[in-house]
């Protein structure tokens, strides 16, 4: 549920910063996006391993 409520406020603020033209905090190129994507998805691994414990 957090995942999902966490990727809806995203595409929001991503839609939004467009929308507005203010600048989007977050790299603009496909690779940099891709570096959040799998910096987040490693944070969120280690927690579920941490939680587990």
Known sequence: MKSAIGLAI??????????????????????GALLVVATTAGYMVADQYLMGR
């Open 10 to 31: 995203g595409f929001l603020l991503g839609a939004g910063c467009r929308y507005f033209e203010i600048p989007v905090p977050s790299p603009p190129k496909l690779l």
